[in-house]
């Protein structure tokens, strides 16, 4: 009887072996291959230096440019310009320009991400569309020119590792919390070099949006995957949005893992991780209270509609306190459009937000509201390492959308199972 | 103090657990395309001194989680371009030990400094081959046994990183 993991199935069906073995170094054909600005930067001085210059194949390529955009920077907009001749150059089949949104989103909206298949992307949370039972990976810009050029990329064959979350979510409690909780449990290295395998019946209470949040911070635990067996929804969503055939793939009923962990997320509290490390996360009521100079919804890890919805609901009719900055980045121009259309746009402008464009902006201290010293920032992004929004001694903590919102209002950090 | 391509002889820049790629680079220069721009901002807030101060061969030695966080090439990259001899850690985050092989350095785990990180001090003179991996403490003069790099990899070293080692095969059909 085969037992092998999701990630070594997929593994299988794109390398010329019949079995693979953890540990194992494989010759793997890539799916999907994903860069943004990183291709103007890094990649392309070396896919220069290949000097082949053909893409292996261009409609396997996907760009898209969301971490300055627009560019504040002539710098900046110099690399985008360099993106687009490549584009042009090479016949890249799909692009997607400024404003159309974060690079991980966009590859799900657009029918880039399918069950079964492997992608690779220069941007290490490429792991977000493992919630679609695709083996997806963040790589670096060598990588990335060997990809573009062979089509092949050699990846280790992961141990993988059984998360089970079971019970249902309480209200005002979200996916962010409980991957917040699982990354208190496992550490920031808990899972390197490892795949991650979600399951349990509270993922079948959850939206895709929150599946999305729980792949995406799978490489805050290290890990180089994450997978979900897909399910009707999935089915479903990805065949409303590419006309290609897949075949979804299911971990055998005795496959391997290396360790298995269990989360009863009935009593979960909301999470918020302390500067300096994601892991280091709390239920809320250990910060209530913290002041806050900003507020951030957004980023490719809850910058999704439901993200905008629960914060929008939860500040209608109401206030941004007078101290705090409440900015958000819709995760992409869909997600935007969709916000508008149901009023959530409306409300949150009206309790004082300031709406910025689908970027990734602020989440990784490139633009649209960085922080000076000494300031604290409430943010639904996935990394609070020092310096990575701005001022290295800004304070960075991490929250759901529900949390940041709350706190936004309060002006300090709120639990927002109080009220709202 | 550089070696050949299968051993370094360094001094040890001591460094602690979980640091990341945006402890080695901030995001707020990457918009920055020439590497030796770059470099006088490595370990910016962590180091200010090492872009200065280091010397060819010279040993990076962390704890656990080396490299986390962003796929920023610019890290290794810079880490190369002020030719660092090897970076030894407890462990290493996974992109980063890609990036780190893909551009010719050597990232060389030595799992016991997770529970015993004064095995190597600040300033300690290290020899590390890493075809059989050992790990000579000269300062202290104790020898310790380091993972071995697979020798997949080792092709990448000798090649000078995996794009040379790409070019040569192609060459050779
Ligand atoms: S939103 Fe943040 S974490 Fe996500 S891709 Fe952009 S910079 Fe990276």
């Not at chain 1, 690779?120 to 963040?138: C, E, I, M, R």
């Not at chain 1, 903590?397 to 300090?412: M, R």
Request: aromatic content about 6%.
């Amino acid at each position: 009887m085969p037992n092998y993991t999701m990630a070594e199935k997929i593994l299988i069906n794109h390398i010329d072996a019949k079995d693979v073995e953890p540990g194992e170094i494989v010759d793997a054909t890539i799916d999907i291959a994903m860069s943004h600005e990183m291709m103007g930067t890094r990649v392309l001085p070396h896919f220069d230096e290949i000097g082949t210059s053909k893409v292996w194949d261009p409609n396997r390529v996907v760009m898209i440019l969301d971490h300055w955009t627009p560019a504040p920077t002539v710098e900046a907009a110099t690399i985008h310009q360099r993106v687009r001749k490549f584009v042009r150059d090479h016949k890249i089949q799909n692009f997607y320009d400024v404003g159309r949104g974060i690079c991980h989103q966009v590859l799900v909206e657009e029918g880039h991400v399918r069950p079964g298949e492997i992608l690779v992307g220069t941007d290490s949370h490429t792991t977000t569309a493992g919630a679609f039972g695709t083996l997806a990976t963040g790589i670096g810009a060598t990588d990335m020119a060997i990809v573009l050029t062979t089509g092949r990329l050699w990846l280790r064959v992961p141990d993988t590792i059984r998360i089970e979350i079971t019970g249902k979510l309480p209200p005002k409690v979200m996916g962010k919390d409980i991957i917040l909780h699982i990354l208190s449990q496992l550490g920031v290295d808990g899972a390197t070099f490892q795949a991650i395998e979600y399951h349990g019946d509270a993922l079948t209470h959850i939206s895709l949006d929150a599946w999305m949040t729980l792949t995406n911070m799978a490489v805050e635990v290290g890990a180089m995957t994450a997978l979900i067996p897909p399910d009707q929804r999935v089915k479903e969503y990805i065949q409303n949005r590419t006309p290609q055939p897949f075949t979804p793939v299911y971990p055998d009923k005795d496959a391997r893992y290396l360790q298995k962990y269990e989360f009863d997320v009935t009593n979960l509290a909301p999470q918020v991780a302390k500067p300096s490390l994601p892991s280091n996360a709390v239920p809320v009521t250990e910060v209530e209270g913290t002041p806050v100079d900003q507020a951030i919804l957004g980023s490719c890890t809850n910058g999704r509609l439901e993200d905008l919805r629960v914060a929008a609901h939860l500040m209608a009719g109401k206030q941004v306190a007078d101290s705090v900055r409440f900015i958000v980045n819709p995760a992409s121009r869909a997600i935007y459009h969709s916000a508008l259309e149901e009023g959530i746009i409306g409300s949150l402008v009206k309790a004082g937000a300031t709406i910025g464009p689908a970027t990734c902006g602020a989440c990784f201290g490139g633009h649209c509201g960085l922080l000076a010293s000494n300031e604290v920032c409430i943010s639904t992004t996935n990394r609070n390492f020092p310096g990575r929004m701005g001022s290295p001694d800004a304070k960075i903590y991490l929250a759901s959308p529900a949390t940041v919102a709350a706190s936004a209002l309060a002006g300090k950090i709120a639990d927002p199972r109080n009220g709202g | 103090m550089v070696k050949g391509v299968n051993s370094v002889r360094g001094r040890a820049w001591r460094f602690g657990a979980n640091i990341s790629t945006d402890d080695i680079i901030s995001g707020v220069y990457l918009t920055e395309l020439e590497i030796k721009n770059l470099a006088p901002f490595v370990f910016e807030n962590l180091r200010p001194e090492f872009a200065q101060k280091v010397q060819p061969g010279d040993v990076i030695v962390a704890g656990e989680n080396f490299g986390m966080g962003s796929s920023r090439e610019g890290a290794p990259a810079i880490l190369r371009y002020l030719r660092v001899g090897a970076i030894v850690a407890a462990s290493f985050a996974r992109i980063f030990f890609r990036n780190a092989f893909n551009l010719g350095i050597p990232a060389i785990e030595f799992p016991e400094l997770a529970k015993n990180p004064d095995l190597i001090r600040e300033g300690d003179v290290l020899e590390i081959n890493f075809k059989d991996g050992s790990l000579i403490n000269q300062s202290t003069e104790k020898h310790y046994k380091v993972t071995k790099i697979p020798p997949f990899l080792l092709e990448y070293l000798n090649a000078g990183g995996a794009i040379p080692l790409l070019k040569q095969k192609m060459k050779s059909g």
